[in-house]
């Protein structure tokens, strides 16, 4: 079956350095999509990995194994606006997109 | 500005009631899609198309229907909404060609029946 599982919940503490972590089964594996989603509003496009390894852009950074079926979104001097949802997405052989249930993120003062 | 415009954001109806949630694009982008988002569960796919007069089903089609008529409108309509379709309920577009495009969803729009 495919499968996505991530954490329900995180605290963390402004400054700081938080990674989110996902675990995936797809069929076939065309991707992973991190978004980040406010409450009550859109998801917007964080970034994509499709091979091994790290993409960083600027105070955050998605990491890939592909063996492993894992991925983490590393966030860098955490800001209160960083407080939302991150939602985990893989792309399976037919392209389409299976969703995680989203980790929401709490940033503490 | 590039945008994908939902309406309404909010509605409040009575089982059994037709209705639809308009989606617009002004992107030109071929592939549109509506997903719902429950608590502790995914975005959840019900309809999405990859052209004018293509459409599929997705993971959770049932008591739905979509029209794609001309490039830029998706509308989803629920012929006879039922309490278990209380969702919130987003419209995403994705263009160019390669399947690792992000997508651009509007802002939402929040179902309520009773």
């Known amino acids: 079956g495919q499968n996505i599982d991530q954490p329900t919940e995180m605290t963390a503490t402004e400054g700081a350095i938080v990674q989110i972590n996902c675990t995936y089964q797809t069929s076939g594996f065309n991707g992973l999509f991190w978004y980040q989603q406010h409450a009550g509003e859109a998801p917007t496009f964080l970034s994509y990995n499709v091979l091994d390894g790290l993409e960083e852009k600027g105070r955050f950074s998605s990491f890939l194994s592909r063996s492993k079926g894992y991925s983490y979104l590393l966030l860098k001097e955490l800001q209160m606006k960083d407080s939302a949802s991150y939602l985990c997405a893989s792309m399976d052989s037919n392209y389409q997109l299976i969703w995680g249930a989203g980790t929401k993120l709490i940033i503490k003062p | 500005e590039a945008q994908v415009t939902q309406n309404p954001r909010y509605l409040i109806t009575v089982t059994g009631k037709k209705l639809t949630v308009t989606c617009s694009q002004n992107?030109?982008?071929?592939?549109m899609s509506w997903y719902r988002q429950d608590p502790g569960l995914g975005l959840r796919q019900i309809y999405y198309s990859m052209n004018v007069e293509v459409t599929d089903k997705g993971d959770v089609p049932e008591g739905y229907k979509v029209s794609r008529k001309e490039k830029r409108n998706f509308p989803l309509i629920l012929e006879s909404p039922s309490p278990n379709q209380t969702s919130l309920y987003f419209c995403?577009?994705?263009?160019?060609?390669?399947?690792?495009?992000?997508?651009?969803f509007g802002n939402g729009t929040r179902l309520t029946v009773t």
């Open positions: 992107m030109n982008h071929e592939y």
């Open positions: 995403a577009t994705m263009g160019g060609r390669d399947y690792n495009s992000p997508l651009h």
